[in-house]
Each structure stands twice: as structure tokens, then as C-alpha cells.
């Protein structure tokens, strides 16, 4: 179906009672309605090589909407994904190039490794292009199958059953598998990183910001000269706070970054920035009602 206003393009969006869309048609009407800037020139279409040397094709499209504005960078149905999403009046170029540099490293780092045995390896993928086993640590996408009415996954742009990834997991047999779910905008395995367990609990969030200020405070006040270490500890705090707010509840997440705020207000300094840049942080992470 084509857009109603260009005529041109694949509609992607429909609104109830104004008609069905093409993505740019649609920014630009969101765009003009609340006075935002969009990027509307850029490489719709992308090729980045694997490790491999295997080229993957991706479309790049970009959705507007009064209080987010999402970069998708899309393989196909069956290939991978990522996505970057940013507030519609931050700098959309730099977006893009987020999603550029995500695209690249999620590429780099293979869930799946191509061996180069001549034998059949029995816990391994088999494809056409070789047999591949399952790292430790990795990623993969959930996706509904049309054919089977099931679910499998994508790791590495190659849809993976759910018979075969145990299969391949079988390698790791006596070993607790642990797992969890996250948002394709959210931060990608790299490699050299590794999943551990954080406790996102308000009290222990809390109690970390406490612990990092009596590092550096004299009483209740912070010298100019300690500033720069203070700052560069409580960023790894605030890393934590972060993960509250993605995987919390959003309550709990606004009464402590909140209460962080509070915290930080209440230091006296000699400084130029301290805690105005720390602050801007928390809210521009702390979820929105």
C-alpha cells in the first residue's frame, strides 16, 4: 500500500481517521507539528562486512514522534537488527552515526564461530557455508516464525531453532545458563564484555552514591580540586542508576534519581559545573510519565 501524501512510497504508518504513511512523510508532518528538525538527507542503505567477509545489507529508516525519534538499521526479515533511539531535539546526524558505529561493532562480535574442523561436529550448526558452534557469551533476536507459527531466533543474521541452540549449548552442559532480555537500542555484547550480575535496588544504588561521596567530600563540601576524580566516580554510579531505569520499575527509578538529585544539590563547592552536569544526566535518563 502506498503513502496517502507522496503516492510514491511504502506506507509504514497508519493513524486512525488521517490515513496511512511513509516514513518521511510522516516525520515531516510530525516534524512541522511540533516545530522539531529533521534529518531528512541520508544513505538510506548501508553495506558492512562481517569477520567472515559475508556482506550484510541494511536498510536504514528513521521514526519520528513527539517524544522519541528511532534509527533502525534492518537486515531483512531474517537478519539482524539494531536500533538507536534518541530524544527528537537531540542532533540526529550524531544518531545516525550511533547506528553506523552499532552496525559495525554488533558485526564484529559473532555469537556464532565457524570452525574449521573436516569432521562433523554433532552439537554444531550446520549450514551451507560450514558448521559454527556457540560462544559462551552472546546474543540473539526473538522472532516469530509465519511458516511454523513458533518462534526462533536470529543470532548473527542466521535464523536458529530452538532445538538447534540447545543443541549447540550442549557444549556447556553441567553449566548454569543465565539470561536476560533487552531493548534492540539498548548497548550491544562487544567483544571482550560479559554479563554479570548488578544489584539495581534502590538501597543499593543509594548507598553506592554515598560510599563514592565520602570519597572526595570534606564534611558536606566537595573542593574544586577533587571535582574532576568525584565526577568521574559517580558517572559509573549513575551507569548503575541507568540500568534501574531500563530494567526497573520506572517509580522506584524517578523517586531515586530524584533522591540523587537531592543528594547532590545539597553538597557545597567551590566549582564552576558541579552538580549541574551530573543532574542534566539523571533526567535526561530517568524515565518520563
Known sequence: MLCDCCKANEARISIAGEGDFCFDCHNARIAKTYNLKILEHFAREIVVRDPSNRPHHFI??????????????????????????????????????????????????????????????????????????????????????????????????????????????????????????RELSDDILEKGMILIPVRIDAETILNRIEETLSWFLDGTFLSYKRESACSSALNERLDEYELLCHYGDPETARTVGQAIIDRLLAIDNDTDEFPDYHINIIKKIMPTY
Not at 559495525?104 to 555469537?111: N, R, S, V
Request: glycine share 10%.
Open 60 to 181: 536504514i529508516t528513521n521514526l519520528v514522534m513527539p517524544d522519541y525519534s528511532e534509527w533502525t538499521a534492518e537486515e531483512g526479515s531474517e537478519g539482524n537488527t539494531f536500533s538507536v533511539f534518541v530524544k527528537p531535539e537531540d542532533d540526529q546526524a550524531d544518531a545516525l552515526m550511533r547506528l553506523h558505529r552499532k552496525v559495525i561493532t554488533g558485526l564484529q562480535h559473532q555469537t556464532l564461530q565457524l570452525q574449521d574442523s573436516k569432521f562433523t561436529i554433532s552439537n554444531a550448526l550446520q549450514t551451507e557455508d560450514g558448521q559454527y558452534c556457540i560462544n559462551d557469551t552472546g546474543c540473539g533476536r526473538i522472532e516469530y516464525d509465519e511458516i511454523t507459527g513458533g518462534h526462533h531466533l536470529i543470532i548473527d543474521g542466521r535464523p536458529v531453532t530452538g532445538s538447534d541452540f540447545l543443541r549447540m549449548l550442549s557444549q556447556y552442559e553441567g553449566r548454569n545458563l543465565c539470561y536476560q532480555t
